[in-house]
């Protein structure tokens, strides 16, 4: 069963800091990123910050310099650190995992994403 559990969200004032958490079970074949994405009410979904297997971060342009992703392998878990919060940061945020397995069914490697339930942030002015 794939599970993407969650934690860290919660009401910050704005300047403030939170670090979120996503610890992910059940996955089977190749990890090729962990990440987080959110979407604010009336939005569509949108990507935060992303970080791969071996390291490598991607980071929205709106977050840069106050986000910081990082990966822990041994435990599957994924953290984003958020610093000097805004109040446009408020938003539910979702962790994804995206891997890679071969499929009998299409005899390919085929890509799948998967998701967390997603955690609510809120940043008041």
């Known amino acids: 069963q794939v599970q993407l559990v969650e934690s860290g969200g919660g009401l910050v004032q704005a300047g403030g800091s939170l670090t979120l958490s996503c610890t992910r079970s059940?996955?089977?074949?190749?990890?090729?990123?962990m990440g987080w994405y959110r979407q604010a009410p009336g939005k569509q979904r949108e990507l935060v910050a992303t970080?791969?297997?071996?390291?490598?971060?991607n980071y929205a342009d709106s977050v840069k310099g106050r986000f910081t992703i990082s990966g822990d392998n041994a435990k599957n878990t994924v953290y984003l650190q958020m610093n000097s919060l805004k109040s446009e940061d408020t938003a539910v945020y979702y962790c994804?995992?995206?891997?890679?397995?071969?499929?009998?069914?299409?005899?390919?490697?085929?890509?799948?994403?998967?998701w967390g339930q997603g955690t609510q942030v809120t940043v008041s002015s």
């Open positions: 970080i791969t297997s071996s390291g490598s971060t």
């Open positions: 994804n995992t995206r891997a890679t397995a071969w499929s009998s069914y299409w005899d390919r490697t085929v890509s799948s994403d998967y």
């Open positions: 059940g996955i089977s074949g190749s990890i090729n990123t």
